[in-house]
């Protein structure tokens, strides 16, 4: 099991920029798949970002790129030309495969907050 700890939320104005981090403590962690979600009140999970193994990513959002660092055993998720719309709970998840269904991922953070401002 991977334990996660997601950083660098806040509150940001519209058009700035954000780069979340997450920490992974456990075993392996350079054999997971990972990803970041987000969920805004009201509206269903969604997923932002997956990264393999090796680094390769989807990313649905050309704002966002997401990157990896096994000797750290931390991922990240850079966020540029925010939108209010992009205010949410941000989630990292682990997982043994790339996946967009949240099911497939085994470990969850707690979560960290990103509010944009208009």
């Known amino acids: 099991q991977v334990q996660l700890v997601e950083s660098g939320g806040g509150l940001v104005q519209a058009g700035g920029s954000l780069k979340l981090s997450c920490a992974a403590s456990?075993?392996?962690?350079?054999?997971?798949?990972m990803a970041w979600f987000r969920q805004a009140p009201g509206k269903e999970r969604e997923l932002v970002a997956a990264?393999?193994?090796?680094g390769g990513t989807y990313i649905p959002d050309s704002r966002f790129t997401a990157s990896r660092d096994n000797a750290k055993n931390t991922v990240y998720l850079q966020m540029n030309s925010l939108k209010p719309e992009d205010t949410a709970v941000y989630y990292c998840?682990?997982?043994?495969?790339?996946?967009?269904?949240?099911?497939?991922?085994?470990?969850w953070g707690q979560g960290t907050q990103v509010t944009v401002s208009s």
């Open positions: 998840a682990s997982g043994p495969v790339v996946a967009r269904d949240e099911r497939q991922y085994t470990s």
């Open positions: 456990g075993r392996a962690f350079s054999n997971y798949a």
């Open positions: 990264i393999s193994p090796s």
